[in-house]
């Protein structure tokens, strides 16, 4: 019996996880390997080893069964900076309304009410009338009414400014699908980092049982006195050192899932199970995507946004130049009482008035040509922008499919890899035990087989992380 079908089962079964990222029709790169046969022979100590090894499917995990589509729907609902971005879009929708670019009057309502104490005193140059002293006397005089302005041109600022608020809201849009299609990304690399640690903690524990029945081999043999006592002190060494190394993949596999843990938003401290393995895409086309980011890229449509929104200032600013044409009205009441003892003792006034005001500027010290100038240099900064945005994701576009397409063909050369170092380790086993080879030989066998295996989970995880980033950045990742 062969020692790779044996332990494939352990490691190599890979399923489709999220909807989000696998639904489209595809081929996925599978290393799926046939099961262990059964034997009806008596098991070697390797086969004993092996047959002891967990599986994603059985490893003992505490906690509540997490899948990818909850990870998913977690951190998006708990994330605070798309809900930061989600309460700016709120607040760029309110205030993109007629009356807030100045298309609707200004109304306001005034009141007046003035209370007058006097102390009289008059001395006439005619005898009569005579002197008049007179003491607290008590006057009142109020103004009431409504007032109303309405602009009626300003240069087009008005439809300037509306643009403007439209092109906010656009903005703050865009701004939430980007940090949404980032926290999906974060959220499933994390996921499936969560799986990769727990494929190389089963790793090491496979390696670590391995060094076990070496162990009770050399104690057996030194025991009887077949081999040295060298051998069983380096069996000993080697076993503590892989005992070491599972201690510190425990270490990595809690760190992986308090960083899970926070991008959920919950308590870092959660215990939670993954059953779950990697499936890699090899379906993806470069030009689609291209195409897609081209398109739907969120950080590039943020930058043609705010290419015209500099358009729009520039508008603003040559505004500026124009006469303002304003309609004003108003109503007046004014009531009085006065008790002066000479003039009018009671009265009352209704005023109502239309005028049209218009201001024409003339000269600002050249801060108009300056703001003018400033705005246009905006704007070419702007399309700069706009240009660089865009070669920079495609550019981070080809690295990462290179990258993807270089981690598959790793990925079919491990499998390979691992297959191999898994007969190696079976035949070094057996010389080993009857005393065709050295302690030296059979553990650097073994540790060849620990990093086959290693790597081979590396290249699948890596090779999902490019395709992860493939899919945020072409804008596809939410479909």
């Known amino acids: 019996m062969k020692y790779g079908s044996l332990f494939s089962l352990s490691f190599l079964t ?6 989000a990222l696998a639904q489209q029709p595809n081929r996925p790169y599978s290393t799926t390997q046939p099961a262990r046969p059964t034997s009806s022979t008596q098991p070697t100590p390797m086969q004993r080893a092996l047959q002891r090894t967990n599986t994603l499917a059985t490893l003992p995990q505490s906690g509540e069964l997490l899948t990818l589509a909850d990870v998913v729907t977690a951190a998006v609902a708990n994330n605070y900076q798309i809900r930061v971005n989600q309460s700016q879009e709120l607040i760029a929708r309110n205030n993109n309304v007629r009356g807030n670019a100045g298309f609707l009057p200004t109304v306001s309502f005034g009141f007046q009410n003035n209370f007058l104490l006097q102390n009289l005193r008059q001395d ?9 002293r007179v003491y607290g006397i008590f006057n009142r005089n109020a103004t009431v009414g409504p007032t109303a302005v309405y602009t009626l041109f300003n240069g087009f600022g008005r439809e300037a400014t509306l643009d403007r608020l439209g092109q906010l809201v656009r903005i703050s849009e865009v701004n939430t699908r980007a940090n949404i299609e980032l926290t999906l990304a974060d959220a499933t690399t994390g996921y499936y980092d969560v799986v990769r640690q727990l494929q190389r903690l089963i790793a090491f524990q496979q390696a670590l049982d391995i060094s076990r029945e070496r162990l009770d081999l050399a104690r057996a043999t030194y025991e009887v006195g077949t081999r040295s006592k060298v051998d069983y002190l380096s069996a000993r060494v080697d ?5 070491a190394a599972l201690l510190a993949q425990q270490l990595s596999l809690k760190n992986a899932k308090i960083a899970l843990n926070t991008l959920l938003v919950r308590d870092l401290n959660t215990e939670f199970a993954i059953r779950d393995t990697i499936l890699a895409r090899t379906d993806l086309s470069l030009p689609e995507l291209r195409e897609s980011l081209k398109q739907q890229n969120p950080f590039l449509a943020g930058a043609v946004l705010n290419q015209r929104l500099a ?7 040559k505004a500026l130049q124009y006469p303002q044409v304003d309609l004003l009205g108003a109503y007046g009441f004014n009531p009085t009482d006065n008790q002066a003892g000479f003039g ?4 009352r006034n209704e005023t109502y008035s239309v005028s049209v005001r218009m201001a024409i500027p003339v000269f600002n010290g050249g801060n108009l040509r300056r703001q003018i100038a400033n705005a246009q240099i905006n704007q070419r900064i702007t399309a700069d922008q706009t240009a660089n945005q865009q070669l920079q994701l495609i550019s981070s576009l080809e690295q990462s499919y290179q990258q993807h ?3 598959l063909a790793l990925l079919n050369l491990e499998v390979q890899n691992y297959q191999i170092a898994l007969q190696n380790v079976d035949i070094a086993y057996d010389r080993y035990r009857i005393g065709n080879s050295t302690f030296v030989e059979f553990r650097d066998v073994q540790r060849n087989s620990v990093t086959a295996q290693t790597r081979l989970i590396d290249a699948s995880f890596n090779a999902k992380s490019a395709e992860i980033e493939l899919l945020r950045l072409s804008s596809t990742i939410t479909r």
């Open 14 to 19: 890979f399923l489709v996880c999220f909807q």
């Open 124 to 132: 006439f140059f005619t005898n009569p009338p005579l002197p008049q």
């Open 239 to 243: 076993y503590n050192a892989d005992s």
């Open 311 to 317: 358009a729009i200032d520039v508008r603003l600013a």
């Open 344 to 347: 009018t003792r009671r009265g």
């Open 405 to 407: 397409r270089n981690s």
